[in-house]
């Protein structure tokens, strides 16, 4: 019998220690709570996109079991990326929505008589145009008909140019088109830069002549080439030279003459500087988004294995107690059928376990939890978070304000005893041990 209780005890420790190496290892590896606070309520299941799964009714659909709880927090911390300042995902995310809600538009437009539209548009504006003396309603109402044919017109050109940015799949993961949308946009300035370089070269032996003069000018007025953000600003510094006293007329004539020019220049100039930093803004920007994509999905990976892990836990803990409580109540009916005397000690710890319950009772009634005191949601820095309407968010399940179950007193004190009671039993067995321990020794 001995053998039998060892090699129980030896495989409840060996799972119990199996499981907490495994809970340590996936914690370490799992994201820091941060990334994961306030991100949407784990009530409702959310699909891949983190938006909320709906019923034919159109109903969000709840959260029934351990599955569905893990996969949304999978989605909850891959969505806190999408979130965040640091990268360009949520920017971009919303481009492509907008980009896929146009291309929707314009294919419903194409769709829907399109030529009766534009026809009636088109009679709209010829009649119009017909009247010599229009009122500022008909001016309007011009305006508004010629718009329409402007759109019309343009709608075939307008969408080959949005089905050009949209080169992702229309079932593919938002990461996956955020992705693809800024490499379109990044191939787009690279492009942007090619033709800024090609078109001030093409101006570039006409700028050098006027720029040639400008400087001869400059000498002759004692004037600097003005300089913005440590460029030469040609633009400026012909401004000046035209206001100078120094140069006369036919000079003044000649600068007239290389204004276009060099406001031309600069124009491209100013344009091929955008681009450049636009381009040096990707050449770190797409690098970094797609690190942090793939960072967010091991994230996902790693916080619903953890909360698999922490399951896991909990099923072997209820084992645990419930194996422990049959013990308890075996152990008893064993003694009570080989000790009758025993009656007295049972009912001893009976009022123990009372006792110790009440206490607990106690200690939290003197928290104020019937009398309505409540916890709230904090943030980092441990102040209370606020609704849209700026109280202080109560505890509870949900985010939604109209199906948001909060905590009242019975849950808090639930909870509030459970833990007395925890702290009383632990208090309990570790004077009972060390009452046990000194014993034996004044014993021996």
């Not at 509870?396 to 007395?420: C, H, K, L, Q």
């Amino acid at each position: 019998m001995k053998k039998i209780h060892r090699i129980v005890f030896l495989i409840i420790a060996l799972i119990s220690v199996g499981l907490m190496a495994w809970t340590i290892v996936v914690g370490m590896s799992a994201p820091d709570s941060d990334k994961i606070a306030d991100i949407m309520g784990m009530s409702y299941q959310y699909d891949e996109n983190g938006n909320e799964k709906q019923d034919a009714l159109g109903n969000p659909i709840p959260v029934v079991s351990v599955e569905n709880g893990v996969e949304s927090m999978g989605t909850a911390t891959i969505n806190q990326m999408r979130k965040s300042d640091a990268t360009i995902y949520g920017t971009t995310l919303e481009k492509v929505k907008n980009i896929e809600s146009k291309i929707a538009e314009c294919e419903q437009k194409l769709a829907d008589n399109e030529q009766k539209a534009l026809k009636e548009a088109e009679a709209k504006v010829e009649e119009l145009n017909a009247i010599r003396r229009r009122t500022p309603a008909q001016n309007n109402e011009l305006a508004n008909a010629q718009k329409v044919v402007d759109e019309y017109k343009k709608l075939p050109e307008t969408l080959n140019e949005l089905k050009a940015k949209a080169t992702w799949d229309v079932n593919a993961s938002d990461d996956d088109k955020v992705i693809a949308l800024a490499e379109v946009e990044f191939n787009g300035i690279q492009e942007q830069v090619k033709k800024a370089n090609e078109a001030l070269e093409a101006k570039k032996a006409d700028f050098d002549a006027a720029k040639q003069l400008v400087d001869e000018m400059c000498k002759v007025a004692e004037i600097k080439v003005a300089e913005v953000d440590g460029r030469e600003d040609y633009a400026a510094t012909l401004d000046e030279l035209l206001g100078a006293k120094a140069i006369n007329a036919t000079q003044k004539r000649q600068l007239n003459g290389i204004k276009a020019t060099i406001a031309e220049y600069q124009k491209l100039a100013n344009e091929r500087k955008t681009a450049l930093d636009n381009e040096t803004a990707y050449e770190s920007n797409l690098p970094m988004l797609k690190e942090a994509i793939a960072q967010a999905q091991l994230d996902q990976q790693s916080i619903m294995k953890l909360g698999k892990v922490v399951f896991y836990n909990l099923v072997w803990l209820e084992i645990l107690m419930g194996f422990a409580i049959l013990l308890v109540f075996v152990g008893f009916a064993l003694n009570f059928a080989q000790n009758s005397g025993g009656i007295g000690k049972t009912i001893a710890a009976a009022a123990i376990v009372v006792a110790v319950v009440g206490v607990a009772y106690f200690i939290s009634t003197s928290h104020g939890w019937l009398d309505g005191v409540v916890l709230y949601v904090t943030n980092a820095v441990g102040q209370p978070m606020l609704d849209a309407a700026g109280e202080p968010i109560p505890f509870g399940i949900g985010n939604d304000p109209e199906t948001r179950s909060v905590f009242g007193a019975t849950e808090y004190m639930i909870a509030d005893v459970s833990i007395w009671i925890t702290y009383l039993a632990f208090a309990g067995a570790a004077l009972a041990a060390l009452y046990s321990s000194v014993r034996g020794i004044f014993k021996s």
